[in-house]
C-alpha cells in the first residue's frame, strides 16, 4: 500500500470556555489514501465536523488545536504537518482550496448571499493560479458544466438563492473542484437534500473521484451513505476514535460495543413486524460531563465495572488496517 | 430498552453548564436538575445577575427613585425660595473633621459688596463655623401628600438652614440647587414612567393587532407608523408644546407634555410588538391551541404574550432614556415644563447663558444626573434584553 | 424593482402630505391666531389695537376663514413656490429663511458623514475583535455619546471651549464672513467650522450605529459562508470584508432612513447652543411669535427634506442588495 495522501495522528482538539473546556476532539487517528473514500461516521456532535475543521486549520475561536499531527503529502512527494504550519498563513492558505477542498453541509448558507455564484468561483480559482478574470470565468463555467450544471454560461451569473437546492449542491462542489484538489472533504454533504438529489450528488461524487483520482473524506451521520460510498470508515464518539477498518469488515463484522448498536439500530426491511427497534440506552453526555475511563461506558451492554470507568482504552490494532479502542479487545 | 427523556436532559444540561458557573463544576445533576425546573423568570433573573452593568444600573436607579419619592426628606430647604441676593452662590465644601472629631461642618457666609462691580459677593467666613446635623428638622412637609413629616437628611444648628446650607450653590433667583435637584429627579423620573406606559399601552394594542391579524390592517397600521418614524420629532414636538397654552396649571401642563412625548415614542414599541406576533403566529404551539378549541382572546394572551413578554419589558425599558431626553430638551427650550415646575431641563434653562455659565458652573450639576440615569436605564435595559434572548 | 420604487415614492407623497397637515394643525393649535399675539405684544409696548383694526388685519391675513379652506389655500400656494409672509418680519418666508435652510443640508450631512465614517470602521472592528480591551473601550465611549443628549453635549463644549481656549466655538461663520456674499472664501470657512457641529450632532447617532453595526456583523460573522470563504483561502482580511462586512453594510444602509430625521432634529436644538444660523433658532422664534406661515413652512421643509433623504436611502439599499433588486422577499 501506497503513503497515506493525509494522515492524522492523535490529534486533539478543545474549547475554552469560561464554562469549561471542551474537548471536541480527544485523540483521533486515520489515514486517507488518494483516490480512496473515507467515512467519517458517528452522532452529532462527535467530533467529525470540528476534525475536518482542523484539518484545514478552520476551527473557529474558542477552539484550538491542542495537540497530533496532521501529515499532508504534497503533489512533489514532500511532507508538511498542517499542525505546525502558521494559522491563516500563506501556506495553510494555499493548501486550503488548492490541495484539499471543502464542501458543507447547508448549501443555501454557505454562498454568500449577495455575491454571484460567478463571483466567488473566479475568485476561488484566481487565488490559486494567478489566471486573467477571464479565463477564470471561462474555467469557472466549464467546472460548473463538469458537475452537471446545465447552461453554465448563465448559472455563473446567478445568485445562490436563484438556484434550487441541487444545483446549489454541485455548485458548491463546483467551487471545492475548482482548483482540482487532491482530498475533497465533504462535511454531510447529502443531509439538507432529499433522497433523490442525494442519490445524485453521490453519484457525482463518485464520478469525479474515478476521473481525478481524487480522494475523498467523507462525514456523514448516515450509515447508508456510508455503505454506499466509503472504502474505509471511522466510527467516532465523543471525540475519539472507537473503531476503524474496511468498510466491508465494519459493517459485517463490527467489534466496538458502540458500532454494534449503531448498525443494529439500523430499521431493516427484515425486521419483524411488531417488535420495538433496538435502540441505544441513555444519552450523549453532555461534553463538561465527559464520563471517567471510556466515554461510552455509561451506555455500553458490554460494561465492566472497574475497567472501563478507571481508564481510558488504548487503540488496538487487530488484523489488516483494523484498529478498535475497547477493552474487550485488549 | 428505557426510553429516557433524552430531549429535556439535554438542554437541561445546556444550560446548566452555562449557568452552573456559580454552582461546583461537575455537580452535573443537581444543577441540571434546578435549571430543568426552572421556570422562564427564575432564568431571566439568573442571567440578568451575570450582566455586571446592568446590575449596576438597577443599583443607580432604584437610587433615583428613592430620591424621587422622598424628594421632600432629601432636599433640605424650600426650592421655590428665592433671594435675588443669594444670587449665583458656589457650592459650599464641607469640612468633615473638627480638630480630630468627625463633626461635619460649613463656614457661613458673609456678604460684602465687591467694589468694583457693587454686586453682592458671598465669600467664606473662617470664623464661624455651622456645624451639619444629620436628621434634623426643618421645613415641614408631607410625606407622599399624607403623612406630615419635618425630618430632612441634613441641617445646620444654630441657624437657619435655608440661608445658610448651599451644598450645590444656588442659581440666577438663590434658590438652593441641590434640594431643587432632588425635587427636579422627581419630576423628571416620573414623567418617563408615565409617558412610557402611554406608549406601550398605544404600542401593543396597535402593534399587536397589525401583526396579529396582519393584512389591510397591517399595511395600513405599518404604513402610519412609516411616516411617524420619518417626521423629524423635534420639530413636532416643538410645534405642540407650543400649543399648550400658557395659562394652564402645571400639572396639566405636565400631562399635556406626557401624552405629546408619549404620542411620537410608540412606534417603536408597535413595531417590536407586531414583529413578535407575527414570528409566533406561525408557531406549532400556537396552531395546536387553535387546534384543541381556545378562543382568540386565550390563544393571544395565555400562550402569545408570555413568549414575549420579556422582549416587551426590555424594549420599554429602552423606551425610558429617550423619553427623559426630550422631556429635558423641551424644557430646556422654554417649550416643556414652565416655572414653577422643577424638573432637570428647566434647571439646566440656566445654564443657556455660556458667560454666565463660565463664572457659576454648578449650574451644569443637573446635566449629570440626566447623563447618569439614562446610562442606567441603557444598562439595565441592555441587561433585561440580553437576558430575555441571547440569541437576539 | 420597479415597483419597489413606485412603491417608496407613493409613500413618500403620502408622507409629505401627511406632514402638511401636521403642520397646518400645530400652528393652529395655539387658541387665538396671529393677530392675538400681534396685539398682545402691541400692548405690551403700550399702543392699543382697536377692533376695526383686528378684523381688518385678521381679512387681511386671511385668517377670518374656516380652517379647511385656510389650508388648501395654503397648499396651493406652497405648491406653487410661494410660502406666504412672515407676518412679524413683513417679509417673503422664502427671504427669511434664505440660506438657513441649506445651511441645515449642509450640517446635517456633514454629521452623517462623519457618522459613516467613524462607526462603520469601529463597527467592524468591535465585531471582529470582540471582547478585547479596545472593544470595552469603544462600548463605553459609545454609551457615554448615547446618554449625553445633543443639546447638552453642545453646551458641555461651548463650555469647554470658553472656559479653557477663551473661545466662541459657536456659529458657522467667523465673523467677517456672516453677513458676506457667497464664494470660495465663505464657503472654505464653513468648512473649517463643521467639524464641532458636525461632531456633536453625530455622537448619538454614531454611538447608535456602532452597535448595529456591531450586532450585525456578529449575527454575520457566524455564518456558515465566512467558515466557507476561509476554507477557499482567501487571506482573513478578505474573508471578513468582502463578505460578512458586505451583508451586514445591508441592514445598516437602511438605517441612514432614520437616522437623517434624527439629525436634522436634533440640529434644531443644537443650533440653539451653538448659534448656529439654520433653521432651530429661527423656528423656535416663529413658534413663540405664532407666525404661522413661517413655522409652518419650516416644519414642512424639514419634513420633506427628510423624506427625500429616506427616499434616496431606499435607493441606496436596493442598489447594493440584490435580493431586493430581483423582487426576492
Same mark, same amino acid.
Given at each position: 500500500m501506497d503513503k497515506p495522501l493525509l494522515s492524522v495522528r492523535n490529534l486533539r482538539t478543545s474549547f475554552f470556555q469560561d464554562e469549561g473546556t471542551t474537548k471536541a476532539v480527544d485523540g483521533a487517528s486515520f489515514d486517507v489514501y488518494a483516490g480512496k473514500t473515507l467515512g467519517i461516521v458517528g452522532e452529532s456532535g462527535c467530533g467529525k465536523?470540528?476534525?475536518?475543521?482542523?484539518?484545514?486549520?478552520?476551527?473557529?475561536?474558542?477552539?484550538?488545536?491542542?495537540?497530533?499531527?496532521?501529515?499532508?503529502?504534497?503533489?512533489?512527494?514532500?511532507?508538511?504537518?498542517?499542525?505546525?504550519?502558521?494559522?491563516?498563513?500563506?501556506?495553510?492558505?494555499?493548501?486550503?482550496?488548492?490541495?484539499?477542498?471543502?464542501?458543507?453541509?447547508?448549501?443555501?448558507?454557505?454562498? *454568500?448571499?449577495?455575491?454571484?455564484?460567478?463571483?466567488?468561483?473566479?475568485?476561488?480559482?484566481?487565488?490559486?493560479?494567478?489566471?486573467?478574470?477571464?479565463?477564470?470565468?471561462?474555467?469557472?463555467?466549464?467546472?460548473?458544466? *463538469?458537475?452537471?450544471i446545465p447552461k453554465p454560461e448563465r448559472r455563473i451569473d446567478e445568485y445562490s438563492f436563484e438556484l434550487s437546492g441541487g444545483l446549489r449542491q454541485r455548485a458548491m462542489i463546483a467551487v471545492a473542484l475548482s482548483s482540482n484538489p487532491r482530498l475533497l472533504i465533504a462535511d454531510e454533504p447529502t443531509?439538507?437534500?432529499?433522497?433523490?438529489?442525494?442519490?445524485?450528488?453521490?453519484?457525482?461524487?463518485?464520478?469525479?473521484?474515478?476521473?481525478?483520482?481524487?480522494?475523498?473524506?467523507?462525514?456523514?451521520?448516515?450509515?447508508?451513505?456510508?455503505?454506499?460510498?466509503?472504502?474505509?470508515?471511522?466510527?467516532?464518539?465523543l471525540g475519539r476514535v472507537v473503531e476503524r477498518g474496511k468498510v466491508d469488515d465494519i459493517f459485517h463484522d463490527p467489534k466496538h460495543p458502540y458500532t454494534k448498536a449503531l448498525l443494529q439500530s439500523i430499521p431493516s426491511i427484515e *425486521?419483524?413486524?411488531?417488535?420495538?427497534?433496538?435502540?441505544?440506552?441513555?444519552?450523549?453526555?453532555?461534553?463538561?460531563?465527559?464520563?471517567?475511563?471510556?466515554?461510552?461506558?455509561?451506555?455500553?451492554? *458490554?460494561?465492566?465495572?472497574?475497567?472501563?470507568?478507571?481508564?481510558?482504552?488504548?487503540?488496538?490494532?487487530?488484523?489488516?488496517?483494523?484498529?478498535?479502542?475497547?477493552?474487550?479487545?485488549? | 430498552m428505557s426510553g429516557d427523556p433524552v430531549a429535556v436532559q439535554e438542554t437541561a444540561s445546556a444550560d446548566g453548564a452555562t449557568l452552573s458557573g456559580g454552582l461546583a463544576k461537575g455537580a452535573g445533576s443537581l444543577a441540571e436538575q434546578r435549571i430543568a425546573v426552572a421556570t422562564q423568570w427564575q432564568l431571566m433573573w439568573w442571567r440578568f445577575r451575570k450582566h455586571k452593568l446592568a446590575a449596576a444600573g438597577t443599583i443607580v436607579l432604584a437610587l433615583f427613585y428613592l430620591v424621587a419619592a422622598f424628594a421632600d426628606f432629601f432636599a433640605y430647604a424650600d426650592p421655590q425660595d428665592s433671594d435675588a441676593q443669594r444670587s449665583l452662590i458656589a457650592p459650599q465644601t464641607i469640612h468633615w473633621f473638627d480638630e480630630g472629631r468627625f463633626a461635619p461642618? $460649613?463656614?457661613?457666609?458673609?456678604?460684602?459688596?465687591?467694589?468694583?462691580?457693587?454686586?453682592? $459677593?458671598?465669600?467664606?467666613?473662617?470664623?464661624?463655623?455651622?456645624?451639619?446635623?444629620? /436628621? %434634623?428638622?426643618?421645613?415641614?412637609?408631607?410625606? /407622599?401628600?399624607?403623612?406630615?413629616?419635618?425630618?430632612?437628611?441634613?441641617?445646620?444648628?444654630?441657624?437657619?438652614?435655608?440661608?445658610?446650607?448651599?451644598?450645590?450653590?444656588?442659581?440666577t433667583q438663590g434658590r438652593d440647587l441641590w434640594s431643587r435637584l432632588m425635587f427636579a429627579t422627581r419630576t423628571s423620573m416620573t414623567i418617563g414612567l408615565v409617558s412610557v406606559a402611554l406608549s406601550l399601552v398605544l404600542g401593543v394594542v396597535l402593534g399587536g393587532i397589525s401583526g396579529y391579524f396582519g393584512g389591510t390592517i397591517d399595511s395600513v397600521i405599518q404604513r402610519i407608523i412609516e411616516?411617524?418614524?420619518?417626521?423629524?420629532?423635534?420639530?413636532?414636538?416643538?410645534?405642540?408644546?407650543?400649543?399648550?397654552?400658557?395659562?394652564?396649571?402645571?400639572?396639566? $401642563?405636565? /400631562?399635556?407634555?406626557?401624552?405629546?412625548?408619549?404620542?411620537?415614542?410608540?412606534?417603536?414599541?408597535?413595531? $417590536?410588538?407586531?414583529?413578535?406576533?407575527?414570528?409566533?403566529?406561525?408557531?406549532? /404551539?400556537?396552531?395546536?391551541?387553535?387546534?384543541?378549541?381556545?378562543?382568540?382572546?386565550?390563544?393571544?394572551?395565555?400562550?402569545?404574550?408570555?413568549?414575549?413578554?420579556?422582549?416587551?419589558?426590555? %424594549?420599554?425599558?429602552?423606551?425610558?432614556? %429617550?423619553?427623559?431626553?426630550?422631556?429635558?430638551?423641551?424644557?430646556?427650550?422654554?417649550?416643556?415644563?414652565?416655572?414653577?415646575?422643577?424638573?432637570?431641563?428647566?434647571?439646566?434653562?440656566?445654564?443657556?447663558?455660556?458667560?454666565?455659565?463660565?463664572?457659576?458652573?454648578?449650574?451644569?450639576?443637573?446635566?449629570f444626573a440626566v447623563i447618569v440615569a439614562v446610562l442606567a436605564f441603557n444598562f439595565m435595559g441592555d441587561g433585561i434584553r440580553d437576558a430575555a434572548d441571547p440569541y437576539l | 424593482m420597479v415597483a419597489y420604487i413606485v412603491r417608496r415614492m407613493l409613500l413618500a407623497v403620502l408622507t409629505v402630505w401627511a406632514i402638511s397637515i401636521l403642520s397646518f394643525i400645530i400652528i393652529h393649535l395655539p387658541p387665538g391666531d396671529y393677530v392675538t399675539s400681534y396685539i398682545a405684544s402691541m400692548s405690551a409696548s403700550g399702543s392699543a389695537v382697536s377692533e376695526g383694526e383686528a378684523a381688518a388685519l385678521r381679512e387681511q391675513l386671511g385668517l377670518d376663514q374656516p380652517i379647511t379652506v385656510q389650508y388648501f389655500k395654503w397648499m396651493g400656494l406652497t405648491l406653487r413656490g410661494n410660502f406666504g409672509m412672515a407676518m412679524e418680519w413683513g417679509r417673503p418666508v422664502v427671504d427669511v429663511i434664505g440660506d438657513r435652510l441649506s445651511l441645515t443640508i449642509v450640517i446635517s450631512l456633514a454629521a452623517i458623514i462623519f457618522t459613516w465614517a467613524v462607526a462603520l470602521p469601529i463597527g467592524i472592528y468591535s465585531a471582529v475583535y470582540r471582547y478585547s480591551f479596545l472593544d470595552y473601550v469603544f462600548t463605553f465611549v459609545g454609551f457615554i455619546g448615547l446618554a449625553i443628549p445633543g443639546f447638552l453635549l453642545a453646551l458641555i463644549v461651548m463650555y469647554v +471651549?470658553?472656559?479653557?481656549? +477663551?473661545?466662541?466655538? +459657536?456659529?458657522?461663520?467667523?465673523?467677517?464672513?456672516?453677513?458676506?456674499?457667497?464664494?470660495?472664501?465663505?464657503?472654505?470657512?464653513?468648512?473649517?467650522?463643521?467639524?464641532?457641529?458636525?461632531?456633536?450632532?453625530?455622537?448619538a447617532g454614531t454611538a447608535q450605529l456602532i452597535r448595529i453595526m456591531r450586532s450585525n456583523l456578529l449575527d454575520e460573522l457566524r455564518k456558515p459562508y465566512v467558515m466557507t470563504a476561509r476554507a477557499r483561502g482567501l487571506p482573513e482580511h478578505r474573508v471578513i470584508l468582502r463578505y460578512p462586512v458586505r451583508v451586514a453594510l445591508n441592514p445598516f444602509v437602511s438605517t441612514i432612513g432614520y437616522l437623517l430625521p434624527y439629525v436634522v432634529s436634533g440640529s434644531i436644538i443644537v443650533s440653539l447652543v451653538l448659534s448656529l444660523p439654520t433653521v432651530g433658532p429661527l423656528l423656535l422664534k416663529a413658534l413663540i411669535a405664532q407666525d404661522m406661515f413661517l413655522a409652518g413652512t419650516i416644519v414642512l421643509l424639514l419634513g420633506v427634506l427628510t423624506v427625500i433623504g429616506t427616499f434616496i436611502s431606499d435607493l441606496l439599499l436596493m442598489w447594493i442588495d440584490p435580493r431586493i433588486r430581483l423582487g426576492r422577499q
Open positions: 465536523s470540528v476534525t475536518a475543521q482542523s484539518i484545514l486549520r478552520i476551527v473557529d475561536a474558542p477552539g484550538r488545536i491542542v495537540g497530533g499531527e496532521i501529515v499532508l503529502t504534497r503533489a512533489d512527494g514532500s511532507q508538511v504537518d498542517l499542525v505546525k504550519l502558521a494559522p491563516n498563513g500563506r501556506e495553510i492558505r494555499a493548501i486550503r482550496g488548492g490541495d484539499i477542498g471543502l464542501v458543507f453541509q447547508e448549501p443555501m448558507t454557505s454562498f *454568500s448571499p449577495v455575491h454571484t455564484v460567478g463571483d466567488q468561483i473566479v475568485e476561488a480559482i484566481r487565488l490559486h493560479s494567478g489566471v486573467s478574470a477571464k479565463e477564470a470565468r471561462q474555467r469557472g463555467i466549464e467546472v460548473l458544466g *463538469s458537475v452537471g443531509t439538507a437534500l432529499d433522497v433523490t438529489t442525494q442519490a445524485q450528488i453521490l453519484d457525482l461524487m463518485r464520478k469525479i473521484q474515478r476521473e481525478r483520482a481524487m480522494a475523498i473524506m467523507l462525514i456523514t451521520h448516515n450509515l447508508g451513505v456510508v455503505a454506499e460510498m466509503a472504502d474505509d470508515v471511522v466510527v467516532m464518539y *425486521s419483524v413486524p411488531g417488535v420495538r427497534l433496538p435502540t441505544i440506552s441513555g444519552s450523549i453526555p453532555h461534553p463538561f460531563n465527559r464520563p471517567r475511563g471510556c466515554a461510552f461506558h455509561p451506555r455500553c451492554a *458490554s460494561f465492566v465495572p472497574g475497567r472501563c470507568d478507571a481508564a481510558d482504552p488504548a487503540v488496538t490494532p487487530i488484523g489488516h488496517a483494523r484498529s478498535v479502542s475497547c477493552f474487550l479487545y485488549e | 461642618y $460649613v463656614y457661613a457666609l458673609k456678604g460684602t459688596r465687591d467694589p468694583m462691580t457693587f454686586k453682592r $459677593v458671598y465669600k467664606p467666613d473662617p470664623s464661624t463655623k455651622i456645624p451639619i446635623t444629620f /436628621f %434634623a428638622r426643618g421645613e415641614p412637609y408631607k410625606l /407622599f401628600g399624607i403623612i406630615p413629616a419635618d425630618r430632612h437628611v441634613l441641617g445646620v444648628e444654630g441657624a437657619d438652614t435655608g440661608k445658610s446650607l448651599f451644598l450645590m450653590g444656588t442659581d411616516i411617524l418614524r420619518s417626521i423629524p420629532t423635534i420639530p413636532l414636538w416643538m410645534g405642540l408644546a407650543a400649543a399648550v397654552p400658557s395659562d394652564w396649571s402645571v400639572v396639566q $401642563v405636565y /400631562f399635556a407634555i406626557t401624552i405629546i412625548i408619549s404620542l411620537i415614542g410608540w412606534t417603536e414599541l408597535a413595531r $417590536v410588538v407586531r414583529g413578535r406576533f407575527i414570528s409566533l403566529k406561525h408557531e406549532d /404551539f400556537v396552531m395546536a391551541a387553535e387546534l384543541v378549541g381556545c378562543s382568540k382572546s386565550r390563544i393571544i394572551f395565555r400562550h402569545m404574550v408570555p413568549s414575549f413578554i420579556s422582549h416587551i419589558i426590555a %424594549a420599554t425599558t429602552l423606551a425610558i432614556p %429617550a423619553i427623559i431626553i426630550s422631556e429635558t430638551s423641551l424644557s430646556f427650550l422654554g417649550l416643556g415644563l414652565r416655572p414653577p415646575a422643577i424638573s432637570w431641563g428647566v434647571l439646566l434653562q440656566d445654564a443657556q447663558n455660556i458667560q454666565a455659565l463660565v463664572i457659576s458652573p454648578w449650574l451644569l450639576i443637573p446635566s | +471651549g470658553f472656559a479653557w481656549f +477663551g473661545a466662541n466655538v +459657536g456659529g458657522l461663520f467667523s465673523p467677517e464672513f456672516a453677513e458676506a456674499p457667497w464664494s470660495l472664501a465663505k464657503a472654505w470657512d464653513l468648512t473649517k467650522h463643521l467639524p464641532i457641529p458636525a461632531i456633536v450632532l453625530g455622537v
